[in-house]
């Protein structure tokens, strides 16, 4: 009632389980004890997950003044599984303080406690792209290369170090680089840097790369 507790159902037979098991057990230890996190074995306790109807494992359960606020199933990365946890406890950690704060100063803080962190990484990304430090974008970057969001910072940053803008006539310049692109190595790299650029979900992004695909495969 007083402490939130995160409720990790999982199964020694679950290869994801095991994924996300270590993740959960960082993430919440992170928070010193403002949540507390309880590890249940389905096969021992299988009227627990009856209680929880669980339909697949792993299957986790915020829990706040006695009631079920989130939950989320499957293994996740553990920037996703920090995001849930912090939704508990917003000033729990340290460094979700210090990304709030947002200033140079207090991101390298957050760099220094957790260098592998996407949200850190993304947010002092973003602010060097509105100062133009693009090289410095890249090389903050160059390691993080499992992010989609920042392998779209990055190829921001390194369009931008080439002056290529994502402003104008994008399409045009997109269908140029396109009909280029099978015999021109350089057309097609640049194409697929403009299309990181725009991320995995825009629609523009996904149009060219469904196009791409049709024509080189």
């Known amino acids: 009632m007083t402490t939130p507790v995160v409720v990790d159902l999982w199964a020694e037979w679950c290869g994801p389980c095991k994924t996300l098991g270590p993740i959960l ?3 919440v230890g992170d928070t010193n004890g403002a949540v507390k996190l309880v590890k ?3 096969d021992a306790n299988p009227r627990v997950a009856q209680a929880f109807q669980v339909q697949s494992i792993p299957a986790v359960f915020a829990i706040h003044e006695g009631k079920i ?3 989320f199933t499957g293994a996740m990365p553990e920037h996703q599984v920090r995001e849930f946890v912090d939704r ?3 000033d729990a950690s340290p460094v979700t303080a210090l990304v709030r704060q947002g200033d140079e100063q207090s991101l390298a803080q957050a760099l220094t406690l957790e260098p592998n962190n996407v949200d850190v990484l993304t947010a002092m990304a973003q602010l060097w792209l509105a100062q133009n430090r693009y090289e410095d974008v890249v090389t903050l970057l160059e390691p993080h290369r499992g992010s989609n969001e920042l392998t779209s910072l990055a190829a921001q940053a390194r369009l931008a170090m080439s002056g290529v803008s994502l402003e104008g006539d994008l399409e045009g310049t997109l269908e140029g680089l396109l009909a280029a692109a099978k015999g021109d190595e350089d057309a097609k790299s640049r194409l697929l840097q403009i299309l990181d650029a ?7 992004s996904l149009q060219f790369r469904r ?3 049709s024509i080189l495969y």
């Open 211 to 213: 196009r791409l695909a």
């Open 69 to 71: 606020v989130d939950s």
């Open 40 to 42: 249940v074995d389905v």
């Open 88 to 90: 508990l406890a917003p």
């Open 25 to 27: 057990e960082k993430v």
């Open 198 to 204: 725009l991320g995995p979900t825009d629609p523009m």
